[in-house]
Antibody
Framework: EVQLVESGGGVVQPGGSLRLSCAVS????????MTWVRQAPGKGLEWVSL???????HYADSVKGRFIISRDSSRNTVYLQMNSLRAEDTAVYYC???????????????WGQGTLVTVSA | QSVLTQPPSASGAPGQTVTISCSGG????????VNWYQQLPGSAPKLLLY???QRPSGVPARFSGSQSATSASLAISGLQSDDEGDYYC???????????FGGGTKLTVL
């Protein structure tokens, strides 16, 4: 059974840092592209970052230079290191998995339940 | 502001058909497949349609989609109260080298 479990969310002050984890099971995260998508309270989905199978990284302009996506194949886990956090980064962060045979794309077959990040003084 | 444009709301009575549009450009919908996601209240998003109109296993045939030029659409027939939620289109954008989501359409079953 495919599972994605996010963790690491919480309350952080503006300018602070947080690292989110997405532990996956039922498949190898290194064989698919993986992504982070966020949803601010009461708002729509916003794509954040994507890591390809070959470790090519992609970022939304809103987080470029502040967030870093990475993957640990030995732990079958994808991470999102978030630095210089702002109030507008407050959101539920979801990780999701791509599909075999493609380097990247907007098709995400399975999603985690999300983890809430609140940036507030 | 989303580059993929969806109507903010849609509604229909039980049993009726509702259509949700998604308009983009040459670098996204015009060059890449559109995927649709359903987000029911309090839940994570779920893949509803991929490749413009293909249904993953378990998605009822009531859900259908199409894609042409720089637009796509999602049609839901035989509306049910359980269909109430938010619907998002998504596509890869070649210029941005990233994923675009539409702003989302809130579906209400009257």
């Amino acid at each position: 059974e495919v599972q994605l479990v996010e963790s690491g969310g919480g309350v952080v002050q503006p300018g602070g840092s947080l690292r989110l984890s997405c532990a996956v099971s039922g498949f190898s995260a290194s064989t698919l592209y993986m992504t982070w998508v966020r949803q601010a309270p009461g708002k729509g989905l916003e794509w954040v970052s994507l890591i390809e199978r070959d470790m090519t990284l992609h970022y939304a302009d809103s987080v470029k230079g502040r967030f870093i996506i990475s993957r640990d194949s030995s732990r079958n886990t994808v991470y999102l290191q978030m630095n210089s956090l702002r109030a507008e980064d407050t959101a539920v962060y979801y990780c999701a998995r791509g599909i075999p045979g493609y380097a990247s794309g907007s098709r995400f077959d399975d999603w985690g339940q999300g983890t809430l990040v609140t940036v507030s003084a | 502001q989303s580059v993929l444009t969806q109507p903010p709301s849609a509604s229909g009575a039980p049993g009726q058909t509702v259509t949700i549009s998604c308009s983009g450009g040459a670098s996204n919908i015009g060059d890449n497949p559109v995927n649709w996601y359903q987000q029911l209240p309090g839940s994570a998003p779920k893949l509803l349609l991929y490749g413009g109109g293909q249904r993953p296993s378990g998605v009822p045939a009531r859900f259908s989609g199409s894609q042409s030029a720089t637009s796509a659409s999602l049609a839901i027939s035989g509306l049910q109260s359980d269909d109430e939620g938010d619907y998002y289109c998504a596509a890869w954008d070649d210029t941005l080298s990233g994923v675009l989501f539409g702003g989302g359409t809130k579906l209400t079953v009257l």
